[in-house]
């Protein structure tokens, strides 16, 4: 006798939902950021690497929840364990192409709309394109399988392969604009030591404001701003001494460290503070609002 076992079915297709939507997300955050990156918007000439690493994340996590999960549910259904017919499948299984089915319609609104309004580019067209894939994909699979009055195996392992080597196509493709976690964790050191070196820069300007002059040695700056600052700022991790300070004239000085990466190709809020790799000496004047 064929059994219900209704909670734990519907555990299982609640579970292959939200993996499904984490993964869908996923896979089109990686779709956009590519189309970014490939055809880039005048106002939007820029793609999130953040984004997309989130985007990674989800991938590796949820796919391979939503695949076991999903298999489960049929084998189950062939051990008769679990109804075809059961209500839990016949609700949820409705209720994922409901939100597929509204996803389109949406993606569809959206491409009239942007043809209407004169903004029909390749960028936004190939977004479209890929919301469109990814729930049709979605809503054709369901739509299918809860139509059919038994499972149909051969149907069901052709799309899992069809829609693994997409996801796989996709999931590779991000590595191709992101850094690397070696990257990443370089140009984190770099971000500290420019943060440090800000606020050396702020020291000698008060120690500047104080004594119309500039230090003879960092040393002196650490001793005249002592009750301001947290002396580890003022030390390279890299040789475990002050970094190092030169004065050039009466108003200019220079900040050298050690970078592990290079941002002279980059547009962030460290833009003034540029460098290359390697041992670098940056020259910085002293800001005319602490002039006397």
Not at 33 to 51: Q, W
Not at 113 to 141: C, Q
Not at 261 to 277: A, E, G, P, Q, R
């Amino acid at each position: 006798m064929q059994k219900t076992n209704s909670p734990k079915l519907a555990f299982y297709y609640c579970l292959s939902l939200v993996t499904l939507v984490i993964g869908s997300v996923s896979v089109g955050i990686i779709g956009f950021e590519l189309i970014n990156k490939l055809f880039p918007l005048i106002s939007e000439s820029y793609y999130s690497e953040s984004g997309v690493k989130s985007a990674i994340s989800g991938i590796i996590i949820s796919f391979p929840i939503y695949y076991l999960i999903t298999w489960n549910i049929y084998k189950g259904i062939k051990k008769e364990e679990f109804s075809i017919d059961a209500g839990p499948r016949k609700w949820l299984t409705y209720f994922i192409i409901f939100i597929s089915s509204v996803v389109m319609i949406g993606s569809l609104i959206g491409l009239i709309n942007n043809y209407l309004d004169g903004e029909a580019t390749i960028n936004s067209l190939l977004k479209i394109i890929t919301v469109l894939s990814i729930s049709a994909t979605i809503f054709g699979f369901y739509f299918t399988d809860i139509k059919s009055k038994e499972i149909n195996h051969s149907f069901n392992k052709k799309y899992f392969l069809l829609s693994i080597c997409l996801v796989l196509i996709i999931f590779t493709s991000a590595f191709f604009i992101i850094e690397s976690p070696t990257e990443a964790r370089n140009r984190k050191m770099d971000q500290t030591i420019i943060n440090n070196l800000e606020r050396i820069n702020s020291s000698i300007n008060r120690f500047y404001s104080e004594n119309n002059r500039l230090p003879e040695s960092i040393e002196e700056v650490v001793t005249e701003n002592y009750p301001y600052i947290i002396i580890q700022d003022f030390i390279e991790q890299s040789t475990n001494k002050f970094y190092t300070y030169n004065a050039i004239n009466d108003k200019k000085f220079e900040l050298c460290a050690t970078f592990y990466s290079t941002n002279l190709y980059s547009n962030d809020y460290y833009s003034n503070w540029k460098h290359d790799k390697g041992y670098q000496c940056i020259t910085k004047k002293v800001e005319s609002w602490t002039l006397k």
